[in-house]
């Protein structure tokens, strides 16, 4: 019997025997007794392998100083600070390639199991590197693989792909099409084909760490993160009436290249569906009747799009934004300014004066986007054209 396991059992009979005065003992022993039962005392509970119920693979942080995971068929497993910075890399290079969350995910699950995301100088053969990527198959030298950024690229490939044309990256295959085990597999040609699924679940952590997603504004909803994580990315991105689609920020009429691209309040909110499959007309008339309505303030869910009005009615519409939890939204505000999160809203009189209601576009429990309409545009034909807060 391990110390954890006598501790725990101390702890309960205390408890027991004292008619439940524990409970107010140091104000801890409840939360104690929890981090027992959850893979020991002052643990993260990262060991039940889950993010608070979200779907493996789900890209959420969910905090504590390290991440630590049971990971099956191998054991516990710990990120540490080096690991975390070394996944950093491979995080930033994707998202410059305009690499979708998946894809992030399975670069971490290959790194997680060729390397332990450690940037070692030696393996199987002359595998190097955080993929274990071979100089004799064409991936670069022993110097360009050590580098991670340069092993990042060339994991990728497409149109950053260091090393060209062999061996294909993950933009060269369908991995859309595969599982995230089958994809990596692709990539890397192992002997283990098998081995990389295990990892997905502490990949979708340490990608929420990289990106700075908390696990509580994911909630139990896997496309609820990853809609929050869609518009969070673009924070700092200039406004640009008419700008953006489902791939990103674009440059429109009123901010013509040189100028950066951008979004307006519709257009995030149209990338950030599109993101699960739902395909959100960029307009906010059409927004405000997609999906159900949300009356109340105070019923808003994570997700929810905030809708808000000169004069109280449908027609004077003229804004949206999404709601994050926390009595925070997220939204593209008005030409000169920048995505931002506005805190407090409630408390806020000049948004809540124009508040008008809500509409919530994922079905309450809905863990995937064949619950909330696929790939099937969401909402009504034009009702009038698009204004500008």
Known sequence: MDKKTVIGIV??????????????????????????????????????????GAPPGTVCDPGGGTLTEHIPGYGSHTVDEQDMANAAVIVRVGEQTKIPQDGLIIA???????????????????????????PSAGWGSIEEIMDPSYSAKAFFGGPNHPAPPNPPGLLSIKWETMSKGR??????????PEAYDKWESLAGKIVGRAKDIKCQDVGLEG?????????????GTPYCWAGGDEKGPTHEERCPPPMPPGFDCSGLMHHAYAQVGIALYPYTGNQWEAGTRVRDY?????????????DGTVEGIHHVGMYLGNDQMIHAPRTGKNVEIVPEVSKNSYWMNQWIGGSRILKEGAGSNKDSGGTKAVGVPLIGPRREM
């Open 108 to 134: 971490i699950m290959t790194a997680l199991q060729e390397s332990k995301l450690e940037n070692i100088r030696g393996g199987d053969r002359d595998s190097v590197g955080l993929f274990q990527q071979r």
């Open 298 to 310: 105070a019923d808003l869910k994570p997700g929810d799009l905030m809708f808000w009005s000169d």
């Open 11 to 52: 702890l309960v009979c205390a408890f027991l025997f004292s008619g439940g005065g524990l409970l107010l003992a140091g104000g801890g022993a409840i939360a104690a007794m929890a981090g027992v039962f959850n893979g020991g005392i002052g643990g993260s509970g990262a060991d039940d392998g889950g993010n608070g």
């Open 223 to 235: 496309d609820v993160g990853k809609v929050i994580a869609a518009t969070k990315r673009w924070i």
């Open 183 to 192: 994809a990596a597999q692709e990539v890397q040609r192992s002997a283990f």
